[in-house]
């Protein structure tokens, strides 16, 4: 018996290309990205020295794409919809099902070939260099001390749920303090930002080593005081 031919799509800002009968033939989306560094050549030294900055290059993604049927009443409202999207948003399809992206659709749209019924044409993309897991996405709780392992070879930056109206919250020594609280403090790690709803709490809030934690790769060690229990959302990648 032949095996069921599976049609790959994918999805844009939460909506769905198949919703527009739009599939993927071919993708570089999940490419890795290439570091940013600086090379020096020195007068009578053979090979270059290279300092890296720290970083890793956006990726520019493409997607090659067909519509199989419809393409007259479809391709107006895809276009259309594709119109919309500025700036980053969320990027996934079912060929990484675990997986997702900060995709930027950098513009313009032509059928390379059609007919009265189907389509082909390319998309192309700004992305951003990590490839988000969506395990990451899973808030962690701890009502006592205790380890958050970090599957993954790369620093990450949380969202750190602390209940409570003041206390403490410390990952792997460094520590964070809210005060004059309602209930909670949300602790952006990645925008180095507190707040409680749309409320700022930047102004009650200490960083004892003047910065945010982050989840290094491996076992890492969550302790607080003050508050009654602190929900951890990891935000793992990859490359």
């Not at 032509?110 to 990451?136: H, I, M, N, T, Y």
């Not at 910065?211 to 491996?218: A, D, E, H, T, Y």
Request: charged share 20%; glycine share 10%; net charge neutral.
């Amino acid at each position: 018996m032949s095996k069921r031919f599976q049609r790959h799509f994918f999805t844009l800002d939460g909506v769905n290309s198949a919703d527009f009968g739009v599939y993927i033939a071919q993708s570089n989306m999940f490419d890795g990205p290439e570091h940013d560094d600086n090379t020096v050549e020195i007068p009578g030294r053979n090979g270059a020295l290279v300092f890296s900055n720290g970083r890793y290059h956006n990726r520019q993604g493409s997607l090659s794409c067909y519509m199989p049927k419809d393409m007259q009443t479809n391709v107006d409202g895809f276009r259309a919809f594709l119109s919309t999207k500025y700036g980053y948003v969320r990027y996934e399809d079912t060929i990484h099902p675990g997986e997702f992206l900060h995709a930027r659709f950098k513009g313009g749209f032509a059928l390379e070939s059609s007919d009265r019924v189907g389509a082909a044409f390319d998309l192309s993309f700004d992305c951003k260099p990590q490839r988000f897991l969506k395990l990451g996405e899973l808030g962690v709780t701890f009502t006592s001390a205790g380890t958050l392992r970090n599957p993954t070879r790369y620093d990450a930056r949380p969202l750190v749920r602390c209940y409570g109206t003041s206390g403490t919250v410390t990952i792997n020594g460094t520590a964070v303090t809210v005060t004059g609280l309602s209930s909670y403090v949300d602790l952006d790690c990645d925008l180095m930002e507190s707040y409680e709803g749309a409320t700022s709490r930047n102004s009650t809030t200490t960083l004892t080593n003047g910065k945010f934690p982050v989840l290094s790769p491996g076992n890492n060690a969550v302790s607080f005081s003050g508050f009654s229990s602190v929900v951890i959302t990891p935000r793992w990648w990859t490359l």
